[in-house]
């Protein structure tokens, strides 16, 4: 119970930042809560580190196809 509790730590902290950042920004909060669901349950530098290989390895196939809108995110300049 408590591996569960730090290993969710991680992602937990990552999602709030997301939600914070976009209320300085005054991002709408959907905008927000959609983005901050694509985050899985691995560390943020793997998920623009690692290749697609070793990210398939990792990950579920429907949490794969939410790193890469997450990467396509990261890589553009806006939310739509």
């Known amino acids: ?3 569960a509790q730090i290993i969710t730590y991680g992602t937990m902290a990552a999602k709030s930042s997301i939600r914070d950042t ?5 991002l ?4 927000a809560d ?7 349950n691995i560390k943020l530098a793997n998920i ?3 290749d697609d290989a070793a990210l398939k390895d990792k990950l579920r196939s429907d949490e ?5 809108e997450l990467q396509e995110i990261f890589q553009g300049d806006d939310l739509a």
């Open 48 to 50: 623009f580190s690692l």
């Open 28 to 31: 709408p909060l959907g905008d």
């Open 34 to 40: 959609r983005i901050a669901k694509l985050v899985p």
């Open 64 to 68: 794969f196809g939410q790193v890469k």
């Open 22 to 26: 976009a209320r300085v920004l005054d």
């Open 1 to 3: 119970n408590q591996v």
